[in-house]
């Protein structure tokens, strides 16, 4: 009687476990098995997912502590600047530089709103050979095309916005102060007080990082296809750049 109630479960077990291969060995085929998509599906998967990822990394990157709460692109001092924050904070002014910090990733955050318009006009535009050369290039061959097309015109809409923003939110003030502040200690090279150009690259930077993360994530994660289309084109990728054909 022992024995069989030890046998049982054990029994149960392989067969669940032996279940979950086959499912997935069935799904993986069944990917597999989808066929050559067209050229028209290969355009229309394509972009699907890159209005997916860009749509998500500006979703995320214009919410509240999108970019304040994201250490990879959370925007500091400027480099040039970075001599007077430690002078500032040993002269006892960390609330105005923490105030300035906050302040120029809440107006990053504020003009990612921006983006999304001007990825998806950059996705109608591509021609036959931008899709075939994004899908089987590098894992970064779509990041790298956004930034070739679209750098400019996300820093013309940007600027503008970062500008109100800075003003908006006190950004402005904030580093104007830091910048009186630091300018009136004795023989120190003088601060720039102008923060916007500086935060319309860091802004744009930091959109790039992020959609550089979503299509490595399409790329490697079959569980980011979410739609047939996506895994039909895809399956087709990898089994191009496998097969080296």
């Given at each position: 009687m022992k024995t069989r109630l030890i046998i049982i479960p054990a029994l149960i077990a392989f067969i669940t476990l032996t279940s979950c291969?086959?499912?997935?060995?069935?799904?993986?085929?069944?990917?597999?098995?989808?066929?050559?998509?067209?050229?028209?599906e290969?355009?229309?998967g394509l972009k699907q997912a890159l209005e997916i990822g860009t749509g998500k990394s500006s979703d995320q990157l214009s919410a509240v502590n999108g970019f304040f709460g994201n250490a990879a692109i959370k925007i500091l001092f400027p480099p040039e600047a970075q001599k007077a924050e430690k002078t500032l904070r040993g002269l006892g002014l960390n609330s105005l530089c923490d105030n300035v910090i906050l302040s120029l990733n809440r107006a990053a955050e504020?003009?990612?709103k921006q983006a999304k318009p001007i990825f998806v006009d950059a996705i109608k535009q591509m021609t036959l050979q931008d899709v075939t050369n994004?899908?089987?290039g590098n894992q970064d061959a779509a990041t790298q095309?956004?930034?070739?097309?679209?750098?400019e015109k996300l820093s013309l809409q940007f600027k503008p916005v970062i500008?109100?923003?800075?003003?908006?939110?006190?950004?402005?003030?904030?580093?104007?102060d830091a910048a009186q502040a630091y300018n009136k200690v004795p023989f120190v090279k003088k601060m720039n007080p102008d923060?916007?150009?500086y935060v319309t690259q860091k802004a744009i930077d930091g959109l790039f990082v992020e959609i550089a993360k979503e299509e490595l994530?399409?790329?490697?994660?079959?569980?980011?296809?979410?739609?047939?289309?996506?895994?039909k084109v895809f399956a087709f990728a990898d089994k191009k750049k496998t097969t080296g054909q």
């Amino acid at each position: 009687m022992k024995t069989r109630l030890i046998i049982i479960p054990a029994l149960i077990a392989f067969i669940t476990l032996t279940s979950c291969d086959t499912l997935n060995q069935v799904a993986n085929a069944t990917v597999q098995n989808q066929g050559t998509p067209s050229s028209l599906e290969i355009g229309n998967g394509l972009k699907q997912a890159l209005e997916i990822g860009t749509g998500k990394s500006s979703d995320q990157l214009s919410a509240v502590n999108g970019f304040f709460g994201n250490a990879a692109i959370k925007i500091l001092f400027p480099p040039e600047a970075q001599k007077a924050e430690k002078t500032l904070r040993g002269l006892g002014l960390n609330s105005l530089c923490d105030n300035v910090i906050l302040s120029l990733n809440r107006a990053a955050e504020d003009a990612a709103k921006q983006a999304k318009p001007i990825f998806v006009d950059a996705i109608k535009q591509m021609t036959l050979q931008d899709v075939t050369n994004i899908l089987l290039g590098n894992q970064d061959a779509a990041t790298q095309y956004f930034k070739r097309t679209t750098t400019e015109k996300l820093s013309l809409q940007f600027k503008p916005v970062i500008q109100g923003s800075l003003n908006k939110v006190n950004a402005t003030k904030y580093y104007s102060d830091a910048a009186q502040a630091y300018n009136k200690v004795p023989f120190v090279k003088k601060m720039n007080p102008d923060i916007t150009d500086y935060v319309t690259q860091k802004a744009i930077d930091g959109l790039f990082v992020e959609i550089a993360k979503e299509e490595l994530n399409i790329r490697q994660n079959l569980g980011a296809r979410t739609t047939p289309l996506l895994q039909k084109v895809f399956a087709f990728a990898d089994k191009k750049k496998t097969t080296g054909q």
